[in-house]
Structure formats: C-alpha cells, structure tokens
C-alpha cells in the first residue's frame, strides 16, 4: 500500500471510530482508535514504515504548537511554581526513579533504555487530565496544576527521552557531555522559536498593514508555523519540542492582544486546528493498534517473557508511574503548604493526590515518541527489547485510559466521560449566507461605516451596564471596541480627516502624559516611591511623549517592540531577585505609580475637554472619552491585581462574558434600526448579521478554551 492510499485509509479510520463512540459512550475513543488500528493489522496483514525525522515533524510538531496556544496564561502564571516542579522536576524523578526500577524489574533491559522509557511514559495528556480532574470534584487549584503540567511535560519528557535513546543507540553516556548539549538544545531551541514566531508576527503584520488580510492566508500561515519553526531549531541541532511549544505560547499572547476586525479569521484559525488535533490524534492511536501485532507477537515469542510476564510488565509499569505520581503531589502540596506563602492554603488529602495520580492519563505524545524507537542501534545489532518497549508502552497508555475510565464514573457524582485530546470537534451550525451583491444598488452607509456604527451601539450598551463590581471587565471590553472603531473610521474617513483626527489625538496623548509625568514627580517629592522605580518610570514616560504620534494609531506593537519590552521587563525582574530587593514592595509601588498617574491623567483630559467644548466636534469628544477609557481600565486592573488571582480571574471573566452578549444583542438590534431607517439594504442587513454571528461564535468558542480552567467544580 503506498503511502496516500495508506493516509485515505487512516483518515476513514479515524471518522469510523468516531461514528463507533457515539454508540460506545463508556468506552474511550482513542481504546477504539487502537482496536481499529488492531483489526486493520491482522486482518490485512498491513504494516506502516516509520521514520522517526518525519514522525517527530508530521506529529509532535502540530500537537505541540497547540498545546502552547491553548496555555491559560493567567492562571498557570499564578501556579508557575508547582507547574514547573511536576512538569520538570516530577519528570525527572520518574526518568531516574521509574527507569532505575524498570532496569532492576525487567530482565535484559539496559538501564539506559529504562531511562527512555520512563522519560516517554511521564508526559500526561492535557484533555484528559482537565476533563478527568474536573469531573471528579478536585479542588480548583489541582485542576490548573494538572493541566498546566501537561501542556509542559511534553517538552521535558521528549527531551529526556532523546537523551536516554541516545544513550542506548550508542552505548555511551557523559553527564558533562549530556549536561552541555541538553543547555543547548533548550535555550537554542527556545531562541528560535521566540525569533521564528517573532518573525512570522511580524510578516503577517507587515501584510495586514499592505493590505493583505485574507482569513484563508492567514489560517494557512500560522498551520505552516510550527513546521517551519521545527525544522529551523534542527537544523541547527537545537530542540525541535521547545521551540514550537514557545512558538506557540507567543502565538497564543500575540493572539490575546490584538483585536481583530474579521472575526470569522479567528474563528477560520481555531477550527482548523481543531481538524488537524483530530485527525493526528487519531492516526497515532491507529498506528499504536497497527504496530501491536508485530510487538505482541515478539514480546510473547520470547520465553524469557511469555504473555502474563508482558501483561505484568505493563501493570508493573503503570503502578510505578502511578505511585511515584502520588507520592509527589502529596509530599510536594504539604511542603508548599508549610511554606511561608501557603500556610493558609487547604490541605491536599491522600485522597486528593490519589485521584490526582489516577489524572495522569497518557496520550498521543507517548505514542508518538515511543513510536520513533529505531529497530537498529550503533554497529547494526537490534535494538534492545524495542517490541518489549512498544509493547509496555502501549498497555500503559490503555491501562491508563481503562482505569479512568471504569473509576471515573464511581467518584463522580453525575457520571462522567473520558475525554482525550483530539477526541472531539464541536461542529458550528451552519453559518447563515448572504446573496450575491447587486453592484446597481447603493446604500447610504459602506459596510464599515455600518460596522462602526454597531460597534459604537455596543459601546453605549456596555455603559448602560458598567457597574462598580465589573467596572474592569466592561472597560477592557469597552477598549476593544475603541480599537475596531478606530480601524473603520481610518479606512472610511478621507485622509484630510484622518489628519486632523490623528493629530488631535496626539494632543490630547501628550496632555494626559503630561498630567502623569506632573503625578510622578509628585509621588517623588512625597517620598512614595524609590528613586530606580521613579527614574524607570520617568524614562517610559518621556518616550511615550516623544512617540506620541505612533502610538495613537492604536495598531498592535511591531513583534519587534514587544519583544524589545519583554526583555527590558524581565531584566528589571531579574535585577529585583539578584539584588535581594522586596518584589511585592516593587509590585506595591507598581500599583501606586500607575494608578495615581492614572487618575492624574484623567483629570488633565477633564479640564482639556472642558476648555472650549463648544468648539469640539463629536469625533474630537469622542476621542477624549476613548483615552479616559484607557485610562479607568488601567485603574480597574491594577486594583484587581492585589486580589486572589484564580477567583478574580473567574470573576472577570464571568462579568466580561455577560457584557459581551449584552453587546451582541444591542448589535443585532442596530442592524434592524439600520434596515429599518433605510440605511442598508437588505443584502447589506444580511452581511452585518453574518458579522455579528461570527463575532458570537467566537465568543462561544473562548468559553470552550477557558471553561477548562476556569469552571467551578461541582
């Protein structure tokens, strides 16, 4: 079978396993995907040839890249700590630990290839473990910690893994050597992926500004992404795995900031990886089922192992993985419990850190690395034990899956399902077409003009329903706004008025930097603020001042720039840990420096705008209010930055959604008040529902990337 009818026939494989899960509810679709995989096998008598360069590229590179995109900044950020003691520390311990016992316990086996496999069984799949840990009722907390180690013990795994096959193919071993290398590899390949995604940013931005925004183009460009930044990191034998898990960390904040004026491009964005994690997802288990017979049959050939000593390699395996996985979080959750920071945190149980370790599910990673296994090693002898290897691999990832699924429903209250990654697509309902346009017809709004008047009407919706207890999230929304407004009038409004437009808006900048430059100083003669903060602080100021011009454009900042400032940011945080200096007395001046400034500002635009009101016209008020805007926002955030930040991050996010659909539907209100007062036609009404349709669905779909980090426990 040649290699594109073997593609065709692992695709029809993956929508049949689909097609069976919906009439096997209780048992998980990547079991399915295996036995399918299995039946192809034996009954076909169809092997697949791997290569391991095009398997790491074809599958570790996409499902990587994703995983970075979803990453939960906020509150994985909060649990920074704990997240990189399982995904590192936790994986380290299970290479040494659980790959030393796999030496000692299995027969033959080199330490070193013991090693490579523990280090492949450690990453869990994050699906799974978010869908498991919440339907269990685990305390908030242990959700985000589960689900933040497994987007990044993929990477710590993999590497790990490299590093032990390495071992194994060539016999030799250097901890200096290994040491030196494993430096390299992570930060060049951390470095190329921050420069290659910066520079792909940068492309598509430089496009966007020529003109060049077409959805589709911009869809295929970010799936080419982690190819290309993959292949860079290896050719220069850096981490291929950190650099697309960094590429897509930056991918998913670069997405977070801008504001895009085509929803449907995000929209076109996530579903198609979500067809991409479907498909690849579903090909590695078919694959694992299409590899078992051959494995099987030389693990159970060997009579130094036999059928029940596999089978007891597999459980052996499991409960050591499973076990040191308990020990771990319990051990380490009371150490951080005791610490300074975390005295008044509840105690994890036993039982919390059992069902904890029931969480660690595998998935398709493991597949996918043990997969690449070569069958020879240095000088052409076999490698040792691979079908042994292959084989304990793939029973743990089923005994994993087996056991989540037949205790999940007995320590759930409701019942639950197991979920792994790729395993399901949310279909959208069908979007609502628009007719061909009539180019005889002419309405008296363009499509833009029409859009910002929905926008504008959305904004006055918002304001209706600011309330002190969501004040930041309906600014912040409010700002969002301000930047699509913004776009249109700069593409509807003839240049002359987008002079005179930018350069007020210029003033009205440097009147606001000023009143914060005049607060700053003041905040130093008071004697409120340190002179190294109050001079940084006076530098950002005085640029601002003199770039004025280009920021007001309110466009996103060039990658460049970001990066630029990403650095200076984390030099002064460095500066404040190697100097010994109090980082929440730094954080406790943050606050004070930006919301006095803040309120300064405001007061320098009040009485700005009150100097000959008359003589402003309604963009020129408008532009005013939009900078006060900014302003409130920065107040509103800066003052939920000394809440608990997992609670005020639900609390925000469950007010900004509220508003957000009270926004739609005042949206979908203006297109019949447009329609009605003959301001569009028909056709052109069908077009802006379409607009706010997308803009609705992907509302929905950031709930569905948020609810698994966000949503309460029953």
């Known amino acids: 079978m040649n290699i594109i009818e073997a593609v065709i026939v692992l695709v029809l494989l993956v929508l049949l396993s689909n097609v069976l899960d919906h009439f096997l509810e209780n048992i998980p679709v990547s079991l399915i995907q295996v036995v399918l995989g299995l039946l192809w096998s034996v009954i076909f008598h169809i092997t697949i040839p791997l290569e391991t360069d095009w398997f790491l590229l074809l599958f570790i590179a996409p499902l990587l890249f994703n995983d970075g995109r979803r990453f939960p900044k906020s509150e994985l950020w909060t649990l920074r700590g704990p997240i990189l003691a399982n995904a590192v520390l936790l994986v380290f311990l299970t290479t040494i630990f659980g790959g030393w016992l796999f030496h000692l316990l299995i027969p033959g086996l080199p330490l070193a290839v013991g090693f490579a496999l523990a280090a492949i069984l450690s990453p869990t799949d994050p699906v799974a473990v978010t869908s498991i840990a919440e339907q269990v009722s685990l305390p908030p907390a242990i959700i985000h910690l589960v689900s933040g180690e497994s987007l990044i013990n993929d990477a710590s795994g993999l590497i790990g893994f490299k590093y032990a096959l390495a071992a194994a193919v060539t016999g030799t071993f250097s901890i200096w050597t290994a040491t030196g290398d494993f430096l390299y590899t992570s930060l060049a390949g951390f470095l190329i992926g921050f420069a290659g995604m910066t520079l792909l940013q940068m492309l598509r931005e430089t496009l966007r500004r020529s003109g060049i925004n077409d959805p589709v183009f911009n869809t295929v460009l970010q799936l080419v992404s982690p190819f290309v930044v993959y292949i860079g990191a290896e050719m220069i034998h850096a981490s291929g795995v950190i650099a697309v898990v960094t590429a897509g960390v930056l991918a998913h904040l670069n997405e977070s900031r801008l504001v895009e004026d085509v929803p449907e491009q995000r929209l076109l964005v996530e579903r198609t990886w979500d067809i991409i994690v479907y498909v690849l997802n579903g090909i590695v288990f078919i694959i694992l089922g299409d590899e078992l017979p051959s494995a099987t049959k030389a693990t159970i050939a060997d009579p130094a192992t036999g059928t029940l000593g596999a089978i007891g390699y597999v459980v052996l395996a499991w409960a050591i993985l499973f076990l040191t996985r308990v020990i771990w979080i319990y051990l380490y959750a009371g150490v951080r419990r005791i610490s300074q920071r975390e005295r008044n945190a509840p105690p994890v149980t036993l039982k919390t850190a059992v069902i904890s370790g029931l969480t660690g599910v595998r998935g398709a990673i493991t597949l996918a690395g043990v997969l690449t296994i070569p069958t020879t090693i240095a000088g052409g002898a076999p490698f040792p034990e691979r079908s042994l290897i292959l084989f304990v691999a793939a029973g743990v990832i089923v005994v994993s899956l087996v056991v989540a699924a037949v205790t999940l429903p007995l320590l759930s209250r409701h019942g639950a399902l197991l979920v792994t990654r790729g395993s399901q697509v949310d279909l959208l309902e069908e979007m609502v077409g628009t007719d061909d346009h009539n180019p005889t017809e002419r309405t008296l709004l363009s499509l833009d003009e029409a859009k910002t008047y929905l926008a504008k009407t959305a904004v006055a919706a918002i304001e209706v329903q600011r309330r002190p207890e969501n004040q930041r999230a309906a600014y912040d929304l409010m700002l969002d706004y301000q930047f699509i407004i913004r776009r249109f009038e700069l593409r509807t409004k003839p240049s002359t008025e987008v002079a005179k437009m930018v350069e007020f808006e210029v003033e009205i900048r440097r009147v606001a930097l000023r009143g914060e430059l005049a607060q700053l100083n003041e905040l130093r003669e008071a004697g409120r ?72 500002a405001i007061r320098q635009l009040s009485r700005f705008f009150k100097q000959d009101h008359h003589k402003k016209n309604v963009q020129q008020r408008q532009s005013v209010y939009h900078l006060i805007v900014h302003y409130r926002y920065r107040i509103e955030r800066r003052k939920s930055s000394t809440a608990t930040k997992i609670a005020q991050q639900e609390q925000y996010d469950l007010a900004r959604q509220a508003l957000r659909i009270k926004a739609l539907a005042a949206e979908r209100s203006a297109v019949s008040e447009l329609l009605e007062a003959g301001r569009v036609n028909a056709v052109m009404a069908a077009n802006l529902r379409q607009y706010v349709n997308y803009s609705e669905n992907v509302l929905m779909l950031g709930e569905d990337m948020q609810t698994e980090a966000n949503r309460p426990v029953d």
Not at 541 to 559: C, G, K, M, W, Y
Not at 578 to 594: K, P, S, W
């Open 529 to 600: 603020t340190g002179g190294w903060i109050y001079r940084y602080y006076q530098q950002q100021i005085n640029r601002r001042l003199l770039n004025a011009d280009a920021r007001q454009r309110h466009e996103p900042l060039p990658a460049w720039r970001t990066a630029r400032q990403l650095i200076r940011h984390g030099i002064r945080r460095l500066t404040i840990l190697l100097t010994g200096n109090d980082m929440a007395g730094f954080r406790a001046q943050q606050v004070l420096i930006e919301t006095e400034t803040a309120k300064a």
